[in-house]
């Protein structure tokens, strides 16, 4: 009876922020509240559900067996989501969406330099490529590049477990994605077919950059990217629309269970996922929850970590970690081994400030709903191209913010924008929007 309660509780969290990204997200089916909604079935209501049938299969249950525990986790978690909604509801104001539209597709059709572009793209992933294998050692040519690169996360680990993940030179890989969402939207508002299959290029280039990076999320990034500029454009969503994403979300779930196989591990990807602490989980919330002592609270101290990760870890070989999750790992659960627990956003704010962490969450909320006004409204669109952040940075705020930690994306979105920035400098018209609305471009050339 107690599991059927967390299901319900589970099921009303995926709903309710489903229902306001319907009513009030700016974007159909990719809006803050329906990530939300995605990421609370797989980390919350996926997992107690099939936590009912196999207990075993709880990761928390390796570690806990307080009675009570997982209810209290439940209703954390559950207290953390509903306030997010509650945080994005009372943020929302009036918005003209054509009008936002409109804007975004003029700035798309503008896209200059294209095959520069294009190049440039193919270019900066193979000289990352080289790099990574460079920094691990590893000749291009062996048989096991890509089972080195997706079971060795880190490298020059130190007696505390904390080595180099090579976030820096990962971040040129901003480049191809990036280049990727330009063309696609060029070629979307364009009706081009060339310019579709170059960006057809570009996504099979970034499923080779997942692969290479042992990152599973890379793909979902990938499907996010292109949902998002399909309809940050004004794509309608009928049954073909659907029919590609439902056969693009099929290709992502049997490259993810390739890449489980490259990891040497033997079980299902869906047994990978219950018995994991990725999404928005219900694991690191009954953890934290059921081992977080007051004395262990950081009182907001992890959201500052990010002022000292900008060191290389090359020159400080014995920097802290500035994801939490090694602090939960090894602190708050006492297990030595190397690595981290996936920490997640609710788990972050526990482990700062208890069960008053819940408020973190309406902060959030309404924080995802201004960035989300903001990147897609008409001035800030003509101005800087804003909207093009919305899947190469708002989106991957979202996620950190639900299933990472904060200084962790502070970091690596930090470098992630300079290169943006500077690729709309070179690639992309912006214009001036003088007082009464006109708009005019901006410079006498393309900038």
């Not at 190397?338 to 008053?356: I, Q, S």
């Amino acid at each position: 009876m107690e599991n059927l309660l967390i299901v319900f509780l589970a099921f009303a969290c995926t709903a309710i922020p489903f229902w306001i990204g319907q009513r009030y997200g700016m974007l159909r089916l990719v809006s803050p509240m329906h990530l939300l909604s995605y990421f609370t079935v797989f980390g919350f209501l996926l997992k107690v559900a099939v936590y009912g049938a196999r207990p075993e299969l709880a990761f928390y249950a390796r570690f806990i067996d307080t009675p009570g525990a997982v209810q209290l986790g439940a209703i954390y978690l559950s207290g953390f989501i509903l306030l997010m909604c509650l945080g994005y509801r009372c943020a929302v104001r009036p918005f003209d969406p054509a009008a936002a539209t409109t804007e975004a597709r003029l700035i798309a059709a503008g896209l200059v330099r294209q095959g520069w572009l294009f190049a440039a793209a193919f270019g900066v992933a193979a000289l990352t490529f080289a790099l990574l294998l460079q920094a691990r050692g590893i000749s291009p040519l062996s048989a096991d590049v890509l089972t080195a690169f997706n079971q060795d996360k880190q490298i020059n680990v130190n007696p505390d477990g904390v080595g180099a993940s090579l976030a820096g030179i990962r971040a040129l890989f901003t480049v191809p994605k990036f280049a990727f969402v330009l063309i696609l939207a060029h070629g979307i508002v364009q009706q081009a077919r060339w310019l579709l299959v170059q960006a057809a290029l570009l996504a099979s280039l970034l499923v080779a950059i997942a692969l290479i990076s042992g990152d599973r999320f890379e793909l979902v990034e990938l499907l996010v990217f292109g949902s998002a500029t399909y309809l940050m454009l004004g794509g309608r969503i009928g049954l073909r629309t659907l029919a590609v994403m439902m056969a693009s979300a099929a290709g992502v779930l049997f490259l993810s269970a390739y890449m489980t196989t490259l990891r040497g591990t033997d079980v299902g990807l869906l047994q990978q996922i219950v018995g994991s602490t990725y999404f928005l989980d219900i694991n690191a919330a009954v953890m934290v929850t059921d081992q977080g002592t007051p004395e262990s609270y950081l009182l907001g101290e992890s959201y500052g970590w990010w002022t000292f990760g900008w060191v290389p870890r090359a020159i400080w070989i014995d920097k802290p970690a500035i994801d939490l999750g090694v602090f939960l790992k090894r602190d708050v659960m006492q297990v030595a081994t190397g690595g981290a627990f996936n920490v997640t956003g609710p788990g972050e704010a526990f482990l700062n400030f208890g069960w008053a962490g819940v408020l973190v969450g309406f902060v959030l909320g309404w924080t995802y709903r201004r960035c989300e006004v903001w990147v897609l409204s008409v001035r800030p669109g003509l101005r800087f191209a804003a909207f093009y952040l919305y899947p190469l940075l708002l989106y991957p705020f979202v996620q950190a913010s639900l299933q990472s930690s904060f200084s962790a994306f502070i970091v690596g979105a930090s470098a992630e924008a300079v290169l943006i920035t500077a690729m709309i400098a070179i690639f992309v018209p912006r214009y001036r929007v003088p007082a009464r609305g006109t708009y005019h471009p901006k410079g006498a050339a393309h900038v």
